[in-house]
C-alpha cells in the first residue's frame, strides 16, 4: 500500500497519543533507518515517489546513517569497542543489538558509549533534513526508540552546534506514541487521507 515509514508517519497524524502538527518528520531507528514527512496531513514522495530515505544521507563517517545505527552498526560498533578493551562491559562473544540495548538499561559502560556515539549520528541526521525541508517537529519511532535517553544528549550536542536559534528555537523532538502498532495504523490511515482528499 505504501512504503512502511511513510504509513508509519501518517499513522501518528489520525491516530496517535498526542497533539501534533500537520506538518512533521518521523524517523524510525530500528533494523535500519527510515524516514517519513507529512507535511499539511500528505505524505511527501518526491518527485519519484521515493523521496525521505533518510537512512542512506551521509554522516561524519563516509558511511550512511544506516551504516553507523541500523542494527548492524551497533553491532558493530559494539565489537570495534569490545577489541580496544577500554571500556568495561558484560557483552562477550555473539550478541544481538537487543542485548547491547539490554545492557544499556543495566548500566553497562560500553553499551552506554554506543549510544551515546549513536546520538551524534541522529544528531547529523536531523541537522541535514531540518536545512533541507524546514521541519520543526520530529518523531522518532522503531525499536531503537527505547534507547532514546541514551543517546538523546550527544544528538542535542550536535543540533546545537550545527543549526543557528531559528531552528533550535522551535525545535520538537518527541518519540512516536504508536509503538509496534505504527505500520498497521499507519496502512489504514491511507484509507482515512484517500477519502479526505475526495
Known sequence: MDNDANAAALGELHFGLENIPDTYLFITLGTGVGGGCVINGQVFKGGDG????????????????????????????????IQEGKLSTT??????????AT????????????????????????VSVVRVLDIKTILIGG????????LKGNMYEVINAFLPEYYT????IRLATLGNNAG????????INAIELK
Request: proline share 0%.
Open 143 to 150: 525499536g531503537v526508540s527505547e534507547t532514546f535517553d541514551y
Open 169 to 172: 528555537n522551535a525545535l520538537d
Open 50 to 81: 521515493n523521496g525521505l530515505e533518510i537512512g542512506h544521507v551521509m554522516s561524519s563517517t563516509g558511511h550512511t546513517i544506516e551504516q553507523n545505527i541500523g542494527k548492524a552498526g551497533i553491532i558493530n560498533m559494539a565489537q570495534d569497542y
Open 91 to 100: 557483552l562477550s562473544g555473539e550478541f544481538d543489538a537487543k542485548m547491547v
Open 184 to 191: 498497521i495504523l499507519g496502512a489504514a490511515s491511507l484509507g
Open 103 to 126: 545492557a544499556a538499561h543495566e548500566g553497562d559502560e560500553l553499551a552506554l558509549q554506543v549510544y551515546h556515539d549513536m546520538g551524534k549520528y541522529v544528531g547529523e541526521l536531523i
